[in-house]
C-alpha cells in the first residue's frame, strides 16, 4: 500500500452489515475516539441491538452500498455481509474510495479472489481479511519466530474443532449451511468455510513466506460429510500438501454432541507446537526437542477486534502493515474449492448413527467424536479406517 501525505486524525467508516458479528463493529465504534460512523448499509437494520442508538444518534441508514456511496464516501469500509456477497461488495466499495476490512472468509471462488487483489491493486487501497488470530500479537511472535528458523523446518500441521452446532445455527440466515443461493450463486457455508475457518487458514497463514502471505498449497483432498438436514456439509476431514511436501490435516465437525478446540499439533524439526483450551493450558506451547520451551499468548484472550485497531490506523496514516489481506487469505479460498472438486456430492451419515437431542435441538453422530479424535491423533483420514460411511476424496493437484 502506498504512504498515504495526510495523517487523518479521525476516520470516516462505513459499515456493511451490522447483524450478527457486524453488531460488534457497531458497538465498538459507537464509543470511538479514532473513528466515526458515517453510514450503515443493511437490508434489515433493526434487528441490530445497537437500531436504536443508531437512530438517536442520527447515523444515516442506507438498503445498499450503491446508495451510499451515490452521496457519502468513507475512509474504511468495513463489510460483514454473507460471503457470497463480499467480493462484489470489496471491489465497489475500493473502486469508491474506502479502504476495506472485509470479514472472513475473503469470497467463495478464487476468480473472485483475483479481481479483489486486481480491484485492491488498482485502487491504491488496502483490503484486510478478518481473520482474527492473524491480526493478533501472538500470532504475530509466533510467525516471526517460524519465519526465522527457530523451531527448524515444519514437517506436519494438524488441527480438530468439534464444535457442537443446534438447529437454529443452519436456520439463523437463508444462506446458512447452503452451498448455492436461490439463484444458483455459489455460496457454500460450511464447518471449515465460516465457523472454524480460522482454524484452517491459520495453519496456512504461519508457514507463509512473508507477515503477509500464505504457504502455497500443492494438493488437496477432502472427506465431506453430513448429518444436519442441509445442503452443505457439517463435518470435513481435509488432508493438503504445501510447500515442500509439508502435510497439513484439519478435521472439524458440527454434528458432535460435545465441544473440544480447536486443538493443534504443529510438528517442526526442533520443537512441537500446541494448543488446546483444556483447563490449565490455555496456550500456544512450543517444546523443544532438548526439553525447553516457549509459550506464547493464547490469542483466543486477546482483542479480537485488533484486526480493527490496525485498519484504523493504516487508514490514519497509510504506514500500518495489515497482516492479513487477500494474499494470506488465497490460501483458504483455494482449499475451500480444491475441497468441493476433492468431493463433489457430500456423504450423508447412515441414518442409523444420526441421534437428535430434541431438547437440546441438537443433530449428531454416534462415534463421530471418537473417530475423528482418532484421526487427527494418528494423522489420517476416515476412509483409512474400516467404516462403512467413510469415502475416500479425489487427490486435487494445483499448480502455482
Given at each position: 500500500m502506498k504512504e498515504e501525505s495526510i495523517i487523518k486524525s479521525n476516520v470516516s467508516?462505513?459499515?456493511?452489515?451490522?447483524?450478527?458479528?457486524?453488531?460488534?463493529?457497531?458497538?465498538?465504534?459507537?464509543?470511538?475516539?479514532?473513528?466515526?460512523?458515517?453510514?450503515?448499509?443493511?437490508?434489515?437494520?433493526?434487528?441490530?441491538?445497537?437500531?436504536?442508538?443508531?437512530?438517536?444518534?442520527?447515523?444515516?441508514?442506507?438498503?445498499?452500498?450503491?446508495?451510499?456511496?451515490?452521496?457519502?464516501?468513507?475512509d474504511l469500509a468495513i463489510i460483514s455481509t454473507p460471503i457470497h456477497l463480499h467480493a462484489d461488495q470489496t471491489c465497489y466499495a475500493l473502486t469508491h474510495g474506502s479502504h476495506v476490512l472485509c470479514e472472513k472468509p475473503m469470497c467463495t471462488t478464487?476468480?473472485?479472489?483475483?479481481r479483489m487483489i486486481a480491484t485492491r491493486n488498482a485502487s491504491n487501497k488496502f483490503l484486510a481479511i478478518g481473520f482474527n488470530w492473524s491480526f493478533q500479537p501472538s500470532i504475530q511472535a509466533l510467525k516471526h519466530d517460524i519465519q526465522n528458523g527457530l523451531y527448524g523446518k515444519p514437517k506436519r500441521l494438524k488441527t480438530i474443532a468439534l464444535w457442537p452446532r443446534t438447529g437454529s445455527y443452519f436456520e439463523r440466515a437463508p444462506w446458512a449451511g447452503r452451498k448455492y443461493g436461490n439463484n444458483g450463486e455459489l455460496i457454500i457455508d460450511?464447518?471449515?468455510?465460516?465457523?472454524?475457518?480460522?482454524?484452517?487458514?491459520?495453519?496456512?497463514?504461519?508457514?507463509?513466506?512473508?507477515?503477509?502471505?500464505?504457504?502455497?498449497?500443492?494438493?488437496?483432498?477432502?472427506?465431506?460429510?453430513?448429518?444436519?438436514p442441509i445442503e452443505n456439509f457439517d463435518t470435513c476431514a481435509v488432508k493438503t500438501i504445501i510447500d515442500e511436501g509439508v502435510e497439513v490435516l484439519y478435521y472439524a465437525t458440527h454434528a458432535v454432541p460435545e465441544t473440544f478446540g480447536p486443538h493443534f499439533t504443529f510438528e517442526f524439526e526442533h520443537a512441537t507446537i500446541s494448543y488446546t483450551q483444556e483447563e490449565g493450558s490455555?496456550?500456544?506451547?512450543?517444546?523443544?526437542?532438548?526439553?525447553?520451551?516457549?509459550?506464547?499468548?493464547?490469542?483466543?484472550?486477546?482483542?479480537p477486534l485488533h484486526k480493527l485497531s490496525i485498519c484504523i490506523e493504516a487508514a490514519k496514516s497509510g504506514k500500518q502493515v495489515i497482516y492479513c489481506g487477500p494474499e494470506a487469505a488465497y490460501a483458504h479460498t483455494l482449499c475451500i474449492n480444491s475441497m468441493h472438486h476433492s468431493m463433489p456430492e457430500i456423504i450423508h451419515f447412515p441414518d442409523t448413527l444420526i441421534q437428535h437431542d430434541q431438547q437440546k435441538d441438537l443433530t449428531w453422530v454416534e462415534g463421530l467424536s471418537e473417530t475423528l479424535m482418532k484421526c487427527f491423533e494418528e494423522s489420517r483420514m476416515p476412509s483409512e479406517y474400516q467404516l462403512d460411511w467413510a469415502k475416500e476424496g479425489k487427490v486435487i493437484t494445483l499448480s502455482n
Open positions: 467508516i462505513v459499515l456493511i452489515g451490522i447483524g450478527g458479528y457486524g453488531d460488534l463493529y457497531v458497538s465498538h465504534l459507537l464509543d470511538s475516539s479514532e473513528a466515526s460512523i458515517v453510514g450503515v448499509v443493511d437490508i434489515n437494520p433493526q434487528k441490530s441491538k445497537n437500531y436504536q442508538t443508531i437512530i438517536e444518534r442520527q447515523i444515516p441508514v442506507f438498503s445498499s452500498i450503491e446508495t451510499f456511496y451515490e452521496n457519502w464516501s468513507a478464487v476468480e473472485d479472489a483475483e460450511s464447518v471449515a468455510s465460516n465457523a472454524c475457518a480460522h482454524y484452517l487458514h491459520h495453519m496456512f497463514y504461519l508457514l507463509g513466506a512473508t507477515t503477509e502471505e500464505s504457504a502455497h498449497l500443492q494438493q488437496v483432498t477432502a472427506e465431506l460429510y453430513r448429518a444436519n490455555n496456550s500456544v506451547v512450543a517444546h523443544f526437542h532438548d526439553g525447553n520451551k516457549k509459550t506464547y499468548k493464547d490469542p483466543r484472550t486477546e482483542d
